[in-house]
């Protein structure tokens, strides 16, 4: 099961000017094995949508509420969210020096398991994952983040998906910044992942470019803080073409 429900979800950040709100009611549904895609402007609050599932600090939630599977993501510190099996990737991802790429992976791997994974196994499926989403072993050893490409970065994120393997991952703008051999080996990773039993992807992003390789079932568009259309995959042929004018005017 992984079934992520966000219902009527309103979220303010903190602003030198005070709180502002940003998310004004969003009701999402992302059920068993669907792939998901939300698309909006830039400034639209998709970003803000991803750290509030994520628990950022900076995000107040003045309303609604987000359940997997049935329970309560909200009131959950970021670790619990994860080890209930959410997982994000961020727009802007840190930098952690001093941590290597394999240890970084260990650690979460077993912070989410509660013991470590047996050292030989998880050894070659970290290779097998670099691999195949074309980095060299050697990455293993850099610090994590640190020095990164814009395609290292990605492809860094989407080795994390396949190795913790979550119940529903939300991607955050992850084809900004990958030149279209980048953004295939990513995709092509997303796809491993939503090929296996039953997982949830929440995709973010403002191109359609990314959505000819990952296809989605759903499309969401989003504008002002919340959801002014969704569809199939042919509302993103439709923006592709049209852009968002018409939903940015009709909320002017
Ligand atoms: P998107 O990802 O769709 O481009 P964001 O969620 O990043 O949109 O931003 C939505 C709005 O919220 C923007 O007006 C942005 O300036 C504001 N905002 C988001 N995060 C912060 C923050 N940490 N501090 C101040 N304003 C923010
Ligand atoms: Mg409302
Ligand atoms: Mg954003």
Redesign the pocket.
Known sequence: MSKLVITDLHVT????DGP?E?LKGVTLTINDGETHAIM????????????SIAGHP??TITGGTVTLDGQDVLSLSVDERARAGLFLAM?YPVEVPGVSVSNFLRTAKTALDGEAPKLRTWVKDVNAALEQLNLDPSFGTRSVNEGFSGGEKKRHEIAQLELLDPKVAVL??TDSGLDIDALKVVSEGVNRFRAREGKGVLL?T?YTRILRYIEPDFVHV?VD?KVAESGGKELAEQLEANGYDKYVKANA
């Open positions: 950040v903190d602003t030198e502002k940003i909006g402007p830039n400034g639209s609050g998709k970003s803000t949508l991803a750290y900076k995000y727009q955050d703008e973010i403002h989003f803080g």
